[in-house]
C-alpha cells in the first residue's frame, strides 16, 4: 500500500490542524484492516508515535498529545485523519501516517512496526 500526505501546514499555539493522509491500495485488504498510525519527528529527535488506530477501531495516544488529539478513518475514501486541536509549539514536527498489516497490539507507536509510510508533511505551530 502506498500512502500520500497531501500537506500539514501551519498553526499558532492553541490552534487547530487536520492532516490527511490518503492510501491507494495494491492489495485484497482494504486500509480499515491495517493497523494505521501517525508518528512525528522532530529535528535532532527520533521519531516518535503520536496515535494509533486498530482494526476494531481501538484507538492509542501519546500522553503528550491524550485529549488534543483525535485519529480517525473514512474507509469510503480509504483515507487516514489526525485532528489535532490546543497545538502548542512542542508539536512542531514533521508528520508520518504509517500503516502496518496486522494488528497495533502493544507496540503501535513504535516506528519500528511499520511496513509502509508516508512521505512526511511539516507541522508548525509558532506565534
Known amino acids: 500500500v502506498e500512502l500520500a500526505e497531501p500537506g500539514g501546514g501551519s498553526a499558532q499555539p492553541g490552534g487547530p490542524l487536520r492532516l490527511s493522509c490518503m492510501a491507494a491500495?495494491?492489495?485484497?485488504?482494504?486500509?480499515?484492516?491495517?493497523?494505521t498510525a501517525w508518528l512525528r519527528q522532530a529535528p535532532g529527535q527520533e521519531r516518535e508515535g503520536v496515535a494509533t488506530?486498530?482494526?476494531?477501531?481501538?484507538?492509542n495516544y501519546a500522553d503528550s498529545v491524550k485529549g488534543r488529539f483525535t485519529i480517525s478513518i473514512d474507509n469510503t475514501k480509504d483515507t487516514l485523519y489526525l485532528q489535532m486541536n490546543n497545538l502548542k509549539p512542542d508539536d512542531t514536527a514533521m508528520y508520518y501516517c504509517?500503516?502496518?498489516?496486522?494488528?497495533?497490539?502493544?507496540?503501535?507507536?513504535?516506528?519500528?512496526?511499520?511496513?509502509?509510510w508516508g512521505q512526511g508533511t511539516q507541522v508548525t505551530v509558532s506565534s
Open positions: 504509517a500503516a502496518y498489516l496486522g494488528r497495533c497490539g502493544g507496540s503501535g507507536l513504535l516506528a519500528a512496526t511499520y511496513q509502509y
Open positions: 491500495r495494491y492489495t485484497s485488504y482494504s486500509f480499515g484492516y491495517y493497523c
Open positions: 488506530r486498530d482494526r476494531d477501531n481501538t484507538t
